[in-house]
């Protein structure tokens, strides 16, 4: 839409507030709210002035006034809210230079996509997020306190319920790893996971398919369409909203945490990916898989940076409890055709070059998407300009590899703390094109190490009383 078509379309739905959105540097929306009348073609020149200082990872308070600007192709009713009510993504400007913001991570994943066509290797980026998650009825948790910290989740569902008293409890628990596929009764979120299917259809997101997914306790996958890098950061981020809206409104507790359970499968994002350029699809050809050379390349330019993309693809703590081995996590830097056990995995899509692509199995619904998926075509497109070999395919199933097989596949970082120090090393790649900057890179580095990294690390864990208290 164009700015006069959102306020006809306000008009015409009755419209009686709009929903200004951000996303904020770690990944999470923001919002404000004006009434319907400020709606003019002004706002989406001038925008709406706010405080970058209160914002994560954002300005300094001497200098923390900026200004959001509506983008109007994004908008789209507000299921969620008692009176009608528009939603508009937002890019933010300084209020000064009205230039955008270069912690903006929506800008970010701009500029990633104005460096490709400015390269002449492509015109078009596709990125198709899988983001599973979990769906729980009960949540809580504490890490306050000096003398205390615990966490407690629940669900119906839960295999560590089968022999509780439920008045009463009529079985049909989810197994440990066999929570793929079941039909109800054992499959207890059918009936949300259709009602967050329509949402997003209504939203206008298209949806492929929705399942229960691997893990116990409430696993879930919806599916959908692949879009362009950033509007579909723009989908994704709907997305998380109105599945965890959803789940609310039906009593229940949705969350992207990628291993919020010990002992069964996390929630992973893989991620497709493919170039195209004047309409036509770069990724076929006749090499392995039926990739081209160009897909190769990609390729061995996104296993060569893995280990720094792993800061902003898998960027929490928690990522690091999903990527270990024995848990479907692709923890092993390998390609292949097939084949789920490697990091990047080329789907069987049928004779048609239009379908053929990657899969990047590592990412996490943790991350920052617009950050993310720059983030991994900025490392495909090196390995395109530098010809990155990939190595040879891995057609086997890696984690039966002995230990000694197992030596020569290089692999994921174990910590987002190794993971920074390799961003920290490795991010030449990402400054081409002026897509981050170095003052981006350096502010991510210091808020995941001063506000996630040393919390942590200074608090005990429940485990560490187990281990240690007889001590």
Same mark, same amino acid.
């Given at each position: 839409?164009?700015?006069?078509?959102?306020?006809?379309?306000?008009?015409?739905?009755d419209v009686k507030f709009v929903d200004l959105k951000f996303t904020d540097f770690p990944g999470i929306w923001q919002h404000t709210q004006i009434p319907v009348h400020r709606l003019d073609e002004g706002l989406f020149e001038d925008g709406l002035a706010f405080d970058g200082s209160s914002v994560r990872g954002w300005q300094p308070i001497n200098a923390s006034d900026m200004i959001m600007i509506p983008d109007p192709a994004t908008a789209h009713l507000d299921p969620f809210f008692a009176n009608q009510t528009i939603s508009l993504v937002c890019s933010v400007f300084?209020?000064?230079?009205?230039?955008?913001?270069?912690?903006?991570?929506?800008?970010?994943?701009?500029?990633?996509?104005?460096?490709?066509?400015?390269?002449?290797?492509?015109?078009?980026?596709?990125?198709?997020?899988?983001?599973?998650?979990?769906?729980?009825?009960?949540?809580?948790?504490?890490?306050?306190?000096?003398?205390?910290?615990?966490?407690?989740?629940?669900?119906?569902?839960?295999?560590?319920?089968?022999?509780?008293?439920?008045?009463?409890?009529?079985?049909?628990?989810?197994?440990?790893?066999?929570?793929?596929?079941?039909?109800?009764?054992?499959?207890?979120?059918?009936?949300?996971?259709?009602?967050?299917?329509?949402?997003?259809?209504?939203?206008?997101?298209?949806?492929?398919?929705?399942?229960?997914?691997?893990?116990?306790?409430?696993?879930?996958?919806?599916?959908?369409?692949?879009?362009?890098?950033?509007?579909?950061?723009?989908?994704?981020?709907?997305?998380?909203?109105?599945?965890?809206?959803?789940?609310?409104?039906?009593?229940?507790?949705?969350?992207?945490?990628?291993?919020?359970?010990?002992?069964?499968?996390?929630?992973?994002?893989?991620?497709?990916?493919?170039?195209?350029?004047?309409?036509?699809?770069? =990724? +076929?050809?006749?090499?392995? $898989? /039926? %990739?081209?050379?160009?897909?190769?390349?990609?390729?061995? @330019?996104?296993?060569?940076?893995?280990?720094?993309?792993?800061?902003?693809?898998?960027?929490?703590?928690?990522?690091?409890?999903?990527?270990?081995?024995?848990?479907?996590?692709?923890?092993?830097?390998?390609?292949?055709?097939?084949?789920?056990?490697?990091?990047?995995?080329?789907?069987?899509?049928?004779?048609?070059?239009?379908?053929?692509?990657?899969?990047?199995?590592?990412?996490?619904?943790?991350?920052?998407?617009?950050?993310? =998926? +720059?983030?991994?075509?900025? $490392? /495909? %497109?090196?390995?395109?300009?530098?010809?990155?070999?990939? @190595?040879?395919?891995?057609?086997?199933?890696?984690?039966?590899?002995?230990?000694?097989?197992?030596?020569?596949?290089?692999?994921?970082?174990?910590?987002?703390?190794?993971?920074?120090?390799?961003?920290?090393?490795?991010?030449?790649?990402?400054?081409?094109?002026?897509?981050?900057?170095?003052?981006?890179?350096?502010?991510?580095?210091?808020?995941?190490?001063?506000?996630?990294?040393?919390?942590?690390?200074?608090?005990?864990?429940?485990?560490?009383?187990?281990?240690?208290?007889?001590?």
């Amino acid at each position: 839409m164009t700015p006069k078509q959102v306020i006809e379309f306000a008009k015409k739905h009755d419209v009686k507030f709009v929903d200004l959105k951000f996303t904020d540097f770690p990944g999470i929306w923001q919002h404000t709210q004006i009434p319907v009348h400020r709606l003019d073609e002004g706002l989406f020149e001038d925008g709406l002035a706010f405080d970058g200082s209160s914002v994560r990872g954002w300005q300094p308070i001497n200098a923390s006034d900026m200004i959001m600007i509506p983008d109007p192709a994004t908008a789209h009713l507000d299921p969620f809210f008692a009176n009608q009510t528009i939603s508009l993504v937002c890019s933010v400007f300084d209020p000064i230079t009205k230039q955008p913001y270069s912690r903006d991570p929506r800008h970010i994943a701009k500029k990633a996509e104005a460096y490709v066509k400015q390269s002449g290797i492509a015109d078009t980026v596709f990125m198709g997020p899988e983001a599973e998650f979990f769906v729980f009825d009960d949540v809580r948790f504490d890490h306050s306190q000096p003398n205390a910290g615990f966490y407690f989740l629940d669900s119906a569902e839960g295999a560590w319920n089968s022999g509780r008293e439920e008045f009463p409890n009529l079985g049909y628990k989810t197994r440990h790893k066999e929570g793929y596929f079941p039909v109800p009764p054992t499959d207890t979120l059918a009936d949300l996971r259709q009602a967050m299917m329509l949402a997003l259809q209504e939203s206008g997101i298209e949806v492929e398919v929705g399942h229960h997914e691997v893990a116990t306790g409430g696993q879930c996958e919806i599916g959908m369409k692949f879009n362009t890098l950033t509007s579909c950061a723009d989908q994704l981020m709907w997305f998380k909203y109105i599945v965890k809206n959803i789940a609310r409104k039906h009593g229940k507790s949705a969350t992207f945490m990628p291993k919020p359970l010990f002992g069964d499968n996390g929630s992973g994002m893989h991620t497709h990916q493919s170039l195209w350029k004047e309409g036509k699809p770069l =990724f +076929a050809g006749s090499g392995y $898989a /039926g %990739l081209s050379e160009m897909a190769l390349h990609y390729i061995g @330019g996104v296993i060569k940076h893995s280990k720094a993309i792993a800061a902003l693809t898998n960027p929490t703590t928690n990522s690091y409890r999903r990527l270990v081995p024995g848990f479907e996590a692709p923890v092993n830097l390998a390609y292949s055709s097939r084949n789920r056990s490697a990091a990047i995995r080329i789907p069987i899509t049928g004779p048609s070059p239009k379908t053929r692509r990657i899969e990047v199995r590592f990412p996490d619904p943790s991350c920052n998407p617009y950050l993310a =998926f +720059a983030t991994m075509m900025m $490392a /495909g %497109l090196d390995g395109i300009q530098n010809r990155i070999d990939p @190595g040879d395919p891995l057609d086997k199933d890696i984690y039966a590899l002995s230990p000694e097989e197992l030596k020569e596949v290089p692999h994921m970082p174990g910590s987002l703390e190794e993971a920074l120090d390799c961003l920290e090393r490795d991010h030449e790649f990402l400054l081409r094109g002026d897509v981050f900057t170095k003052d981006a890179i350096a502010e991510w580095l210091d808020y995941k190490r001063t506000k996630e990294l040393n919390p942590i690390r200074m608090r005990p864990t429940p485990h560490e009383f187990f281990l240690y208290y007889d001590i």
